[in-house]
């Protein structure tokens, strides 16, 4: 159905393609496209490892669970620096093929004895794959959020805090601050709260995962008590459970940007389908809201389903986009 609508009206398509857009919700290892996948694997055929491993094919789901299952599927094959500059070059170039002109990487450094990879050169590598892509004068301009994975707990958060205020500081603008991420069923958020503060009064800025999965009322306010610059997901903080009412008033009352990744959403089978995304919700509400997908078919299929709503407001959404590149930092 919808390749017979593309098909029939591709002025569609051409739209979404050649609007400008922002992209601040791009997990590294989670932009790997098919082609740079085969590359990795290629280069580590004793792992024996396969695409569908590796990747959620069209029209496929996986849960929460199988998806941070694949990630460490993923870890295996970008083993040294060599790999995570390759990934990130593919990652940049793709995404500005797609359009996008400003992209906020995220990922979480990474040590590995057996190539000598410390969480130092990991950092490195991104940033030389975000430097050789402006070289390569690609039209886009790249920041990097240093992830920090709940799976590591406190101590490893305070060292990726520290990995993370040394570069903001050497970076001018590069790295621009932390993300919180991870198996939301992992550790808890009080556990992350003194290197996030010290993070925040370092200058880094916070984008943190909350609310991915039901039931952490509690989880969830410790976190916003933290007034981060940006949520990601925020799945159920407008959901029908006892105390959420509260949550929402308190990021309206704050005005706490959402990073919204509907497709992502479905994939994972935290969300059942479009029409029960908390999108509506919160665009029905005019709160600050960004779109996040990773590519421009994934855009037109949101737009699909939520016409005529966006189909009304799309040159607007064009302007707000290009206000933004005029007001990021130089």
């Known amino acids: ?67 941070f299952q694949m ?6 094959l ?29 990922s979480t450094p990474r040590r590995e004895n057996a190539t000598g990879m410390t969480k130092k050169t990991y950092v490195e590598s991104v940033l030389e794959g975000i430097k050789q892509s402006k070289q390569e004068n690609i039209d886009i301009d790249v920041r990097y959020l240093i992830a920090i994975d709940r799976r590591g707990g406190p101590s490893v958060a305070k060292e990726t805090v520290k990995l993370a205020e040394e570069f903001f500081l050497s970076t001018d603008n590069t790295v621009l601050g932390l993300d919180l991420s991870g198996d939301p069923t992992v550790g808890q958020a009080k556990d992350f709260l003194e290197p996030l503060l010290e993070a925040k009064k370092a200058g880094l800025k916070l984008a943190l995962h909350l609310s ?12 916003l008590d933290l007034l981060p610059d940006r949520i990601g997901h925020g799945t159920f903080l407008s959901s029908s459970e006892e105390g959420s009412l509260e949550l929402v008033d308190f990021v309206r ?10 497709t992502s959403n479905i994939k994972s089978q935290t969300v059942r389908s479009y029409d ?3 999108f509506g919700f919160w665009y029905s509400i005019a709160h600050p809201s960004v779109i996040c997908v990773r590519c421009t078919h994934h855009l037109y299929e949101v737009f ?4 005529p709503l966006l ?17 990021l930092p130089k």
């Not at 990630?71 to 295996?76: C, V």
């Not at 500059?85 to 002109?101: N, Q, R, S, Y």
């Not at 009352?253 to 509907?262: A, F, S, V």
């Open 78 to 106: 970008t083993t040294s620096p060599e790999d995570i500059l390759m990934v990130t070059k593919d990652v940049i170039k793709e995404f500005a093929d797609d359009g996008v002109k400003y992209l906020e990487l995220r």
């Open 253 to 262: 009352q704050h005005r706490i940007p959402l990073e919204l990744c509907l």
């Open 1 to 67: 159905m919808m390749e017979a609508e593309e098909h029939q009206q591709p002025w569609k398509t051409a739209f979404y393609s050649e609007l400008p857009k922002v992209e601040l919700h791009a997990h590294l290892n989670g932009s790997i496209s098919s082609n740079t996948m085969k590359k990795l694997i290629a280069k580590k055929p004793g792992l024996k490892i396969n695409d569908q491993m590796t990747m959620i094919d069209k029209g496929k789901k996986r849960t929460l669970e199988e998806c």
């Open 276 to 278: 029960q995304h908390h």
């Open 304 to 307: 699909c389903f939520f016409s």
């Open 212 to 223: 991915e999965i039901p039931n952490q009322k509690k989880e969830t306010q410790v976190l």
């Open 71 to 76: 990630f460490q599927i993923i870890h295996q």
């Open 311 to 327: 189909h009304k407001v799309r040159h607007s959404l064009l302007a707000n986009c290009l206000a933004f590149l005029r007001v």
